[in-house]
């Protein structure tokens, strides 16, 4: 499934920044694959690829993270970033930080992940998952390089199509 916060269509809209809301920050409780945390302020003036998933999520180990992966690898890092966010909703014992770490290693994930803090009320959904509105993982997310929402895919997304999106956003301006 996928929403796109441009409209129907299934690309994003021309740059209009009224028409876009700005994206919301990390909210993390600690980083992985960075030696400091960072901010979406750190990726100003870059295309920001955010893959939010759950290391035991089969959407996520089978198409999400593989197409973060390729993501980094495919375009250069001073024009896209790739961020993981772990957003733990749900089996929160066995998906901790050292679980995590070595899921990390095995897997070969290079690209900063932030460990998405748990909300203070109770509720299984974290804060930066909550703050974007998902709905569950994997889920990509695309910021301008305004830092601006541009689209959000809830599952599997092609990957023609998101290099095309990824193609549309470089092409840009940086400043609004």
């Given at each position: 499934?996928n929403?796109?916060?441009?409209g ?18 990390i909210?993390a ?7 400091r945390p960072?901010?979406?302020a750190?990726f100003?003036?870059?295309?920001v ?15 999400g993270?593989?197409q ?18 772990h ?45 974007y ?40 301006p940086?400043?609004?």
């Amino acid at each position: 499934m996928n929403t796109l916060l441009s409209g129907p269509t299934s690309a994003p809209a021309p740059a209009r920044n009224s028409a876009h809301p700005p994206a919301p920050p990390i909210t993390a409780s600690e980083w992985l694959n960075t030696p400091r945390p960072l901010t979406l302020a750190d990726f100003r003036g870059r295309v920001v690829a955010l893959e939010f998933f759950q290391m035991l999520c089969p959407g996520c180990v089978a198409h999400g993270l593989p197409q973060a992966q390729e993501i980094q690898r495919t375009f250069d890092p001073k024009l896209v970033a790739v961020v993981g966010v772990h957003s733990v909703f749900e089996h929160h014992a066995v998906m901790t930080p050292d679980a995590l770490r070595v899921f990390t290693h095995e897997y070969g994930l290079t690209f900063p992940i932030a460990i998405d803090r748990p909300a203070n009320d109770s509720a299984p959904i974290p804060l930066t998952m909550r703050a974007y509105g998902l709905q569950g993982t994997p889920s990509l997310i695309l910021i301008d390089k305004t830092g601006r929402l541009r689209a959000h895919h809830f599952g599997a997304v092609s990957s023609l199509q998101l290099g095309a999106e990824i193609g549309r956003l470089l092409a840009e301006p940086a400043a609004a």
